[in-house]
C-alpha cells in the first residue's frame, strides 16, 4: 500500500497521499483537508467553533490539539488572520494537517508544530497570541477506552491532557484581552468555568448547543477574555437539526452550503 500523489490542478500543487486517507472539500474558499477515518476526522464541534470564534486579520491565532487542522484551516478562510499556528502531539495527524495546508497553497499562513500542549509555553513565547481555539478532550478517565494509545482515544478522552492544562497554558500564551474560544460538553460546565476563572481567563460569551428544539443541549460553546471583568453574555440556543438529517438555516450557513 505505497502512496498515491494528489495534484491541485488549479494551482499545480502536489502532496503525497498515505494508504487510507482521503480528501474532504471544506465549502470554503475551495479549501480540502486530508483525512484518515481510520484514525480520526474532524466533527461538527470543531466547524461550530469556527463559526462561533471571530478574529481580525492582523491576529496570531494558535490551536491547541489541531488534529488534522481543521480549525486553523476554517479560520484562515474566514477571517484571513495574519498567522496562524496549530499544535498537534500526533504525529500523524500533524503531518496530514500539514499536507493540507501545503495542498491549499497556505504554508505561508499556517504552521503546524509538532508537540505537547503541556509544553506549549516552552514551544512558544509567552503572551504571543492574540486568540487561541481549542477543541480540547471532552471525557475524563478511561471509561469507553479500548486502545488508550488510539488517535481517537487520545483526541477524546484526557489521556495526554487535562483540560486544567489547557486552560493553563493558553493563559500564559495569551496577550493580555485576547481572546480564547473553546467547545465543551455541557456535564462539565460548572468545572470549566472555575478553571478558567482560577487561570484569568474571564467568561464572556456563551451558547449552548441543541441537536433538536426538544432535546437537552450537547454542546457549548465558550469565549473567554485573558484579565477581562466580571460579565457575560448568554446567546440565544443554537438548534442543529430541523428535522433527522436537515440542518437549520443558521448551521447550514457556518457550514458554508
Known amino acids: 500500500m505505497g502512496q498515491e500523489l494528489l495534484t491541485d490542478g488549479r494551482n499545480l500543487r502536489t502532496v503525497r497521499l498515505k494508504s487510507g486517507e482521503r480528501v474532504d472539500d471544506l465549502e470554503r474558499n475551495g479549501y480540502r483537508i486530508i483525512q484518515n477515518p481510520k484514525k480520526f476526522c474532524f466533527g461538527m464541534d470543531a466547524v461550530l467553533l469556527t463559526g462561533f470564534a471571530h478574529a481580525r486579520a492582523s491576529d496570531r491565532l494558535l490551536d491547541l490539539g489541531t488534529g488534522t487542522g481543521i480549525i486553523p484551516l476554517l479560520m484562515e478562510a474566514k477571517y484571513h488572520c495574519a498567522r496562524l499556528t496549530g499544535l498537534e502531539i500526533q504525529d500523524d495527524s500533524a503531518d496530514m494537517a500539514a499536507r493540507s495546508v501545503e495542498l491549499n497553497g497556505l504554508s505561508d499562513r499556517i504552521d503546524i508544530v509538532t508537540g505537547d ?16 481555539t481549542c477543541n480540547p478532550p471532552y471525557m475524563i478517565g478511561q471509561h469507553g477506552i479500548a486502545n488508550p494509545d488510539a488517535p481517537k482515544a487520545i483526541a ?35 468545572e470549566i468555568m472555575t478553571v478558567l476563572v482560577r487561570c484569568h481567563l474571564e467568561p464572556k460569551r456563551m451558547q449552548l448547543v441543541y441537536p433538536y428544539v426538544d432535546r ?19 446567546e440565544k440556543p443554537l438548534i442543529i437539526f430541523r428535522a433527522p438529517g436537515e440542518y437549520m438555516p443558521e448551521v447550514r450557513s457556518i457550514y458554508g452550503y
Open 117 to 132: 500542549i503541556k509544553e506549549a509555553d516552552h514551544i512558544f513565547p509567552s503572551a504571543s497570541f492574540d486568540c487561541i
Open 216 to 234: 437537552e443541549p450537547n454542546m457549548v460553546l465558550l469565549e473567554a477574555v485573558r484579565g477581562g471583568r466580571s460579565r457575560m453574555t448568554v
Open 156 to 190: 477524546r478522552h484526557e489521556i495526554l491532557c487535562t483540560f486544567e492544562d489547557v486552560a493553563g497554558q493558553t493563559e500564559k500564551l495569551l496577550k493580555p484581552g485576547g481572546h480564547f474560544f473553546l467547545v465543551h460538553r455541557p456535564f462539565r460546565l460548572a
